[in-house]
């Protein structure tokens, strides 16, 4: 590359100073002919305005020693011109530079002159190529009488051009030096910021670059020293639901206000940062590069949050189950007892009550709430509160039938929000979770409240942040991800997820879902009580 570049720019600036230098000799020839034909016509009005050779042109005949050729002659050698010549109207020199000539014919046409213009021109004539000028000859009247023509030798205009060629040549050759000095800097600057790299290898490896960025299954995100996006690759298009309008923006014009702003911007520092942008769970780091800009790498963990999550479920199910098989088999070696000690009627009161607690609770369940998913979810979630000593209690007013348009959807809201309970109060005297969930027309309206610490009034917004948690990391990665996606789903929906103060302490969660739920047949549409809940939180 550095040779090539070198070449490239030496070639132009030798064009450059070749053809700056045509460009000026050619104005430089003209501008020294019209010095040279002003300077002709500037003899030829000095002469005519002598009134003594119009006086002498009038009294006497052309002759070699007469006055106008002695005049003329003093004239032509005082300037340096080529020739003076005076001719009267019928074209008849009266003086000459050549003797012989005198009384003959002019051999160019003065009829302009004589006609009363200036005339400037380059023209052949006896003494060949010149620079003329030619003005009227007028009487003490001002009558004309003739014309003076005045010749400045061509070739001497000529002369003083071609003497200006090897000056113009010798600052063209510096100017050529001075750039050629000039590309050699540059060609080897460029060589170092390319470290050497031919063209075929850099054009090698911006194919092998696109390729990669738009192959590979991490979004990338590269910014300017402005903060202005420069490059979204596909997978990061894809990841932040942007296009390439984006590119060329500031990133709070094209993402908004919002931890994914601030991680990528670099206002929040870390590696592996938790973010979520729609209902995507991201992981972004940012690493800054020379020029002042940075680059950002985004990691889908959407799925791998939902598995973690579900592992996390299992392992509590696994968990209570491993502590009803400790129970099954007390009960177990009770009712064997019974049965040994033939205390019939006792152990089949026994066992009615065993089989009756656990159908209590799912009938509880499932008289309240209809769909089979969040049923099974509340189910589950009752067998690990219980295990975990904590009474989870669905109150009376819950009554929540199967028309539910997003069911999934409210299971991860439903699950986020009763595990969070369950943490809360664990451990803690008298611990009770309550569930409250009802529907209002089309609006399904979700209350989780816990006998637990409760939240201090600084933190209720801090907690619904990305990546922002009290507990300690599971396992499966990290925590501070739950509650960003309770409020993400419900804003999704055009509903609101708050947390205030439950009556006698504790924290109580309240999530509005407008449009939750399908339009029941013949059923009227019912107001949504989003402003009424708003102000009840107020």
Not at 5 to 30: C, E, K, W, Y
Not at 86 to 96: L, T
Not at 208 to 224: C, F, P, S, T
């Amino acid at each position: 590359m550095f040779s090539q570049v070198l070449l490239m720019q030496l070639t132009i600036a030798a064009g450059v100073a070749v053809l700056a230098t045509g460009l000026f000799l050619a104005p430089l020839g003209h501008l020294l002919d019209e010095q040279a034909m002003r300077r002709a016509l500037a003899i030829a009005q000095s002469t005519a305005a002598q009134p003594q050779i119009a006086e002498d042109l009038q009294t006497t005949a052309p002759s070699p020693d007469g006055p106008v050729q002695v005049e003329a002659e003093r004239i032509r050698k005082a300037s340096h011109a080529e020739y003076v010549v005076v001719m009267n109207m019928r074209h008849v020199r009266w003086s000459h530079r050549d003797p012989s000539q005198i009384g003959k014919v002019v051999s160019t046409d003065p009829s302009e002159a004589l006609a009363g213009k200036e005339v400037m021109e380059i023209d052949s004539g006896t003494l060949g190529r010149s620079a003329r000028g030619k003005v009227p000859l007028r009487d003490r009247h001002g009558r004309i009488i003739g014309a003076v023509s005045v010749g400045i030798e061509y070739d001497n205009v000529r002369a003083r051009l071609i003497h200006a060629i090897p000056g113009l040549f010798a600052y063209a050759g510096t100017a050529l030096a001075i750039g050629a000095l000039a590309a050699y800097l540059i060609s080897r600057r460029v060589q170092r910021q390319t470290r050497d790299l031919a063209f075929s290898d850099i054009a090698a490896l911006l194919a092998e670059r696109e390729a990669m960025l738009h192959g590979i299954r991490e979004g990338v995100v590269a910014l300017d020293r402005a903060g202005r996006v420069r490059l979204l690759n596909d997978e990061a298009q894809r990841l932040l639901g942007l296009g390439e309008e984006a590119v060329g923006r500031s990133l709070d014009e094209a993402l908004g206000e919002g931890r994914t702003t601030d991680v990528l911007a670099g206002r929040v520092t870390g590696t592996d940062l938790l973010t979520v942008r729609g209902h995507r769970v991201l992981v972004a780091n940012r690493m800054p590069t020379d020029d002042g800009g940075a680059v950002a790498t985004l990691r889908d963990r959407t799925e791998l949050e939902r598995l973690g999550r579900e592992l996390d479920s299992t392992h509590g199910l696994i968990d209570a189950l491993r502590a009803q098989d400790h129970e099954h088999a007390n009960r177990m070696h009770t009712l064997l007892g019974l049965l040994e000690l033939e205390m019939y009627d006792d152990a089949l009161e026994f066992i009615g009550e065993v089989v009756g607690d656990h159908r209590a609770t799912a009938e509880q369940v499932t008289e309240k709430i209809h769909d089979p998913l969040l049923a099974a979810l509340l189910v589950g979630k009752a067998t690990v509160a219980a295990e975990r000593g904590v009474a989870l209690w669905i109150s009376d007013r819950t009554l929540l039938p199967d028309r539910l348009i997003d069911p999934r959807g409210l299971v991860t809201i439903v699950g986020n929000l009763v595990d969070n309970a369950l943490d809360a109060v664990a451990g803690t005297p008298h611990a009770l979770v309550e569930l409250d969930m009802r529907a209002e027309g089309r609006t399904a309206v979700l209350r989780v409240r816990d006998t637990g610490p409760g939240i201090p009034a600084e933190r209720r917004e801090l907690i619904f942040t990305d990546g922002w948690s009290t507990k300690q990391p599971p396992a499966h990665g990290k925590r501070g991800i739950g509650l960003s996606l309770v409020r993400r789903l419900a804003e999704r929906q055009g509903g609101v997820a708050r947390v205030g103060e439950a009556e006698g302490g504790g924290a109580e969660f309240v999530v509005v879902l407008p449009e939750a739920l399908e339009e029941p047949d013949g059923a009227s549409a019912v107001e949504s009580p989003v402003r009424a809940l708003g102000e009840e939180l107020r």
